[in-house]
């Protein structure tokens, strides 16, 4: 199973970004808990991140083929792009949105999501244990379709 890792606008900083809120670890980091995470369980990770709306649907768009599950943290654009939503509904490619933080229970403008209705699910909160249940949630997905299909 292949899955793209996207992270958006300002998670490159993490590490140095709002650490109370965001954490410590860093984006090199988190992708590397992610990829080895991914690995013990047979998936292969291909992590990507960007500060602009246009290049994380470019990036949507070239993985469409490549991807079986994305694992998307859209940052500050979560709560805003249409363009974005529109991308994860083109690309018709299982799409886990993550949040490091509670986004449920910060500021007002955080709590709306117009990326959560075309995903398959959501995980926030737990920092990066966020990405890895996004990971396992994408791989019991795929899991329970090939059981389905007899695979
Ligand atoms: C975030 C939450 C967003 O509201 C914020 O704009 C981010 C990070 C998170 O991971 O908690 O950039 O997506």
């Not at 992610?34 to 246009?54: D, I, K």
């Not at 768009?61 to 805003?80: C, D, I, K, S």
């Amino acid at each position: 199973m292949n899955i793209l890792l996207l992270n958006g606008p300002n998670l490159n900083l993490l590490g140095e970004r709002e650490p109370e809120v965001y954490g410590k670890t860093t984006l090199p980091e988190l992708v590397r808990a992610v990829s080895a995470h991914a690995r013990a369980r047979g998936a292969l990770v291909r992590a990507r991140q960007s500060n602009c709306e246009g290049e994380l649907i470019d990036i949507l768009h070239a993985h469409r083929r490549w991807a079986h599950g994305v694992v998307f943290n859209p940052g500050a654009y979560t709560h805003y792009s249409y363009a974005l939503r529109d991308a994860v509904a083109a690309v018709r490619v299982p799409t886990i949105e993550v949040h490091l933080s509670d986004v449920t229970k910060r500021e007002p403008f955080r709590r709306v999501s117009v990326i959560a209705p075309v995903c398959a699910g959501r995980r926030y909160g737990k920092g990066v244990k966020s990405y890895l249940e996004a990971v396992d949630d994408l791989m019991a997905r795929a899991a329970k379709i090939g059981r389905r299909r007899g695979v």
